[in-house]
């Protein structure tokens, strides 16, 4: 794993990006433009020097990671991976065609990972040559932060691509846990009908945003509550991995609240839009 390609320099590709040239990696961020990249090294930089205030690392340490890091919007550079990690936009068909891309590039022993938090593995796996290289790593976001990676296994994934993507994460200081490919995984299975949950107790008048969230830190231990939570992931996240579950289980049990696909539709998104569940 000398060179690692990262698909995608939002939220969870520039935090995938510095974690992985932080461990020594040699990374190349992909994104559409130039514009894109240089924001996403702009977040990478901006965290690092967070990360110094804290003495996790040192200012040599954060020279060392962002000269392992190179851009590129030319998917053709990406040759040259050993590992190649998508984290775009959460939705099938933008990923489906990203991997159609890279099994042109790739090769029998270039592994494929994707950060999706909610799509099936074996899906994505059955569009390329090598299914036994395919395997899910979702991240936890903030990347920097979030120990966790949540390893999911293909029907085809091969022991080698489990070992040596568990060997990685440990390498970079996370935690893999390993689960088999289905619906939301483990992680957002459990997460998402919870936050769905909590925004039908809104809608219903049940109690207010503030009485919730302090309900369930409080009363259950959670470190932040569930319409926080959602803001922090995006209200659009949200739904689209409640979509994912409704259609993949066809189980009315998933199915999302009128009110976060109001929400969605009038672009209160949370965080990122300065305006969800509560105003930032």
Do not use: W
């Not at 569009?127 to 999911?152: A, D, K, Q, S, T």
Request: hydrophobic fraction near 40%; include cysteine; charge should be neutral.
């Amino acid at each position: 794993m000398n060179i690692i390609g990262v698909i995608g320099s939002g939220t969870m590709g520039n935090g995938i990006a510095h974690v992985s040239a932080l461990s020594g990696h040699k990374v190349i961020l992909m994104d559409l433009n130039q514009k894109l990249l240089d924001h996403g090294l702009k977040k990478i930089k901006s965290n690092m020097e967070r990360q110094i205030k804290k003495d996790d690392i040192t200012e040599d340490e954060l020279k060392l990671a962002l000269s392992n890091i190179e851009t590129t919007t030319n998917i053709g550079s990406l040759k040259r991976c050993d590992l190649i990690i998508e984290a775009a936009t959460e939705d099938t068909e933008i990923k489906k065609n990203i991997f159609r891309s890279v099994n042109e590039i790739s090769t029998k022993k270039t592994i494929l990972a994707s950060n999706t938090s909610s799509i099936s593995i074996d899906l994505m796996a059955s569009i390329i040559n090598y299914p036994e290289n395919f395997i899910g790593m979702h991240f936890m976001n903030p990347v920097p932060i979030m120990r966790l990676v949540e390893i999911i296994k293909g029907e085809k994934t091969s022991k080698n691509t489990e070992n040596k993507i568990i060997k990685l994460a440990e390498k970079m200081g996370k935690i893999p846990v390993v689960c088999n490919d289905s619906p939301g995984f483990v992680a957002n299975r459990i997460l998402i009908p919870m936050i769905n949950e909590a925004i039908f107790t809104y809608e219903e008048g049940v109690a207010t945003v503030e009485s919730i969230d302090k309900i369930m830190t409080l009363g259950m231990n959670h470190p932040m509550g569930p319409l926080k939570l959602a803001d922090l992931i995006g209200l659009d996240v949200v739904l689209n991995i409640c979509k994912i579950l409704h259609k993949d289980f066809n189980d009315d049990k998933y199915r999302p609240s009128n009110l976060l696909v109001r929400m969605v539709n009038d672009g209160k998104l949370g965080f990122k839009t300065g305006n969800g569940f509560y105003k930032y």
